[in-house]
């Protein structure tokens, strides 16, 4: 695939916004009035009405329904077509020709005036637009259009009504049900193929964890938030350079815990690691605590999250891992086990894998096979060249059929089941969803964000929408 690009879009200038329309403060605003009402919305201005083809206006053509999630971008609000718009065509999905009935919309916040270089649109918001413009496969969030509004840019996508935290959350409350065996091959099935693809289209997702897996009603897997992606064909700068972070440090890949400047999309394999241990076991495997940033701006060294992965694999050896002795904090490494009985004594996936098997009250007729552990093994390699690749993974005998019938997983992960996953949570009031827990990706200061914001400014750790769990 050739490097993505922005198709080109039309640009309108808006009006100024008349402070006296702002709402009285303790007047509680409804998700749409807060949509519409928002500064960063305003009324559009044409510029130019002949050279330009018809602005699209975010308000004509969806009704908002409510208020989802506030990422660290922006908002998210879930909303359908309005039936009225003259222009209005029923939107189909280019993989299955259904028409899709609900959409999620991302609204990015504008990226702060006042910095040294100000272009309106932040590094994440473009990534995100030029990558979802040009890729297309099932297992990926639909991009259905994209509409630019002076300062605000609006994200349309499908609407996907779980995703993988709600579904282990669900089971998690639900006396510890496990997630059924069938459920979890399709699930991994689709999320494996997804990523099969970006990978051969040049991109590393960078951020995968299960709040970020969305499934339809339908049981589709679909990949979202690709605001973290990048292309790793010949890369401009190594793609990590020193002071840099990606990925939720629970789904953290061992060669980034060790600083690894050239990582590779192996790291995409452990965090698919990560989230196949969690949909067995209910609970993050590896959950450390994040070190954060000195005043200097140094990234620290991870040391609890590497004491976790620890814990059950046992430190990493020269031998398990060739190049081991050549990663940049492996100095550090010596100091993981030093006072803990969890690293000097680890448990060993096998052990942690026969125990949750039987925590999570899987019986032995609902069990998933064997084939599982060995997967599980191989994704959760300390050396990225042994790890499993996507398609190598596609082909483990895990998805091959206990039979050998090499029959593949369902393309709905719910095929067969009775259990009702609860719809997703939208708000009618602006800003419901209450603070949380749930560690955020590190953006500020990706390796090619040329607009480096502070955390904060844009609300990053107000914890606005992230769900607490455990
Ligand atoms: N297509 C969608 N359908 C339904 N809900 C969605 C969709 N896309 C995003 N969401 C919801 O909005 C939340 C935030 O979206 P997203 O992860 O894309 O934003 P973000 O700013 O990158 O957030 P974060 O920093 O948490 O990764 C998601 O966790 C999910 O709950």
Redesign the pocket.
Known sequence: MAAPSTKSTTVALAAPVDPASAQPQGVKRSAKQAFEEDPETPPLVKMNATSYAPQRHINDHYDIVGF??S????R?Y?AISKRNASSQQPVKHPSTGRSIEAF?I?KFKPDKEGELQYTGISQSAIREMALCTELSHPAL?HLVEIILESKCIFMV????EH?LLQIIHHHSLLNRTPIPASTLRSCMYQLLSGLLYLHQNWVIHR?LKP??I?VTSSGAI?I??L?LARLFFKPLHALFSGDKVVVTIWYRAPELLLGSRHYTPAIDLWAVGCIFAELLSLRPIFKGEEAKQDSKKAVPFQRNQMGKIAEVLGLPTKKDWPLLTAMPEYANLGSVGLHSVGVQRPMGLEKWYRNTITNNNYGSSNAPPDSALDLLKQLLQYDPLKRLSAEQALKHPYFLGEDGSQKPPSWNCFEGLETKYPA?KVSTEAHEIGTGSLP??K?SGLPDDGLLRPSGALGIGTGL??RVRD
């Open positions: 989802i999630s990422g660290t971008y922006g998210v879930k999620a991302k969030i996508f499908e609407y996907a995703d951020d709040a970020n969305m679909k979202g938030d605001g997703r955020v990706t953006r929408g992230k």
